[in-house]
């Protein structure tokens, strides 16, 4: 089993600078890829940016450019450094962890942008 905790979530100005951070505990021997989605009330969780366990990265439209994620496999932790942030970046933050045959959720953490 793999639990991820997050942290860094909070109320910054529009224009302004996050950085999320996700570290996995337990048999993380077993992720592959580790990413980002995030969700607002009524409507779909959406990815937000992912990273294999070699580096390759993906990224949503909406974020390409602001937004970057990195992981530290030695700490088996990933993050997310989001810059310029506008008010629609606003939304509960979730990270994601993938093995092979699992796939595992954080509790979420609540990025607001709003001035």
């Known amino acids: 089993q793999v639990q991820l905790v997050e942290s860094g979530g909070g109320l910054v100005q529009p224009g302004g600078s996050l950085r999320l951070s996700c570290s996995a505990v337990g048999s993380t021997f077993s992720i592959n890829a580790m990413g980002w989605y995030r969700q607002t009330p009524g409507k779909q969780r959406e990815l937000v940016a992912v990273?294999?366990?070699?580096?390759?990265?993906n990224y949503a439209d909406s974020v390409k450019g602001r937004f970057t994620i990195s992981r530290d496999n030695a700490k088996n932790t990933v993050y997310l450094q989001m810059n310029t942030l506008k008010p629609e970046d606003t939304a509960v933050y979730y990270c994601?962890?993938?093995?092979?045959?699992?796939?595992?959720w954080g509790t979420g953490t609540l990025v607001t942008v709003s001035s």
């Open positions: 990273i294999g366990s070699g580096g390759t990265t």
């Open positions: 994601n962890a993938a093995s092979r045959y699992l796939t595992y």
